[in-house]
């Protein structure tokens, strides 16, 4: 089996049985006062305004539903190639996030649900398959 690291690795980490097209646990934030928020940060709370010990890390599961989407047909970076499709989720741990839909072919729509996954975005400069979130239709 070939080696593989992850992008993003301070967002979203894989568990030891985990491998391309497997489950991914986003590495979120709580507040005492029970507000969850992604990604994790230390500067305050969005709700409450507390911070430091107020803060703890834990993991958020990255399954939710739809709530938008748009496609981008044009994009400044030339190594980002369009189209690709942003989806903005409401993950079932509470935060709302935007990020990109694994499969821009499938037709998507407000209210249906969605898990990340890790997909492979290409290759490290030691040979290493990068993967990075992506988010697809649950099936």
Known sequence: MQPSKLLKPGLYSAGSNDRE????RLKGGR???????????TYGCERCGSHGDAL??????????????????LHADKNRP????IVKVALD???VI?????????????????TGRLASVGQS???????????????
């Open 56 to 73: 703890t890390p834990c993991e958020l599961s990255a399954n939710g539903t739809l709530l938008a989407e748009a496609t981008v047909h």
């Open 21 to 24: 097209g497997a489950t991914v």
């Open 31 to 41: 507040c005492r006062c029970g507000y969850v928020f992604f990604p994790m940060q």
């Open 82 to 85: 369009a189209p690709f499709t």
């Open 98 to 114: 935007r990020t990109l839909l694994a499969d821009d072919s499938a037709p998507v729509a407000p209210g249906q649900r969605v």
């Open 93 to 95: 741990d509470g935060p």
């Open 125 to 139: 400069e030691s040979g290493e398959t990068v993967l990075d979130l992506r988010f697809s239709i649950a099936s």
